[in-house]
């Protein structure tokens, strides 16, 4: 079973940037697929971005948005770049041990973080 624990949401100006943190606790870190969800107010809870040993991103992400993980430090980082008003959101750590069908599919992740609050202003 793991623990987890994100930070590193906030407010922030539309162009600018922020960095994410989800610390795991528990064993064999590194097993397990790691990925971010967020959710808007009154909007479904929907894929970020995975990270298995490859990583996979939402289309409204890519080439903004990098997914990484550190296994020393049971830790997965995402760095959003070029935020949008759009991208307002709770952000969510998930986690499931070993391999699975679907990385974007938030029904196949048994491990939840409590949420961060990301605020971009216009």
């Known amino acids: 079973q793991v623990q987890l624990v994100e930070s590193g949401g906030g407010l922030v100006q539309a162009g600018g940037s922020l960095r994410l943190s989800c610390a795991a606790s528990g064993r064999s870190f590194s097993s397990y697929v790691m990925a971010w969800f967020r959710q808007a107010p009154g909007k479904e809870r929907e894929f970020v971005a995975a990270?298995?040993?490859?990583?996979y991103y939402a289309a409204s992400v890519k080439d903004r948005f990098t997914i990484s993980r550190d296994n020393a430090k049971n830790t997965v980082y995402l760095q959003m770049n070029s935020l949008k008003p759009g991208d307002t959101a709770v952000y969510y750590c998930?986690?499931?041990?070993?391999?699975?069908?679907?990385?974007?599919?938030?029904?196949?992740?048994?491990?939840w973080g409590q949420g961060t609050q990301v605020t971009v202003s216009s």
């Open positions: 998930a986690a499931e041990y070993g391999k699975i069908a679907t990385p974007s599919n938030r029904y196949e992740y048994d491990y």
């Open positions: 990270i298995t040993r490859t990583t």
